[in-house]
């Protein structure tokens, strides 16, 4: 497993924590349209990613990613 790879199951791992709606989590699910996340848990979702990869992600480059795929580039190049 490459670092992308891991860096993808490890968010992947924390959006399972906030899917309450069961929805298969996979590189295009979507945050808004497909798990239907409100403000308060986009937050709080963000913050744990940010605890999670020891990071700060702008609120720029939230408005920018939709997808998990994307969230996880943008960790991925948080990190490097």
């Known amino acids: ?4 790879d891991e860096i993808y199951t ?4 924390q ?4 899917n ?4 298969p989590v996979t590189p295009e699910t979507r945050f808004q349209q497909d798990l ?3 403000s308060l848990t986009v937050l709080d ?6 605890d999670e ?3 700060i992600i702008s609120m720029n480059m939230q408005a920018e ?6 969230l996880a580039e943008a960790v991925r190049k948080l990190c490097g």
Request: proline share 0%; hydrophobic share 45%.
């Open 45 to 50: 979702f963000v913050a744990s990613i940010e």
């Open 15 to 18: 959006v399972e924590a906030f």
């Open 36 to 38: 239907e996340w409100d």
């Open 53 to 55: 990869f020891d990071i």
């Open 65 to 70: 990613i939709e997808t998990v795929g994307q």
């Open 10 to 13: 490890r968010v992947a791992e």
């Open 20 to 23: 309450k709606k069961g929805v």
């Open 1 to 4: 497993m490459d670092e992308s």
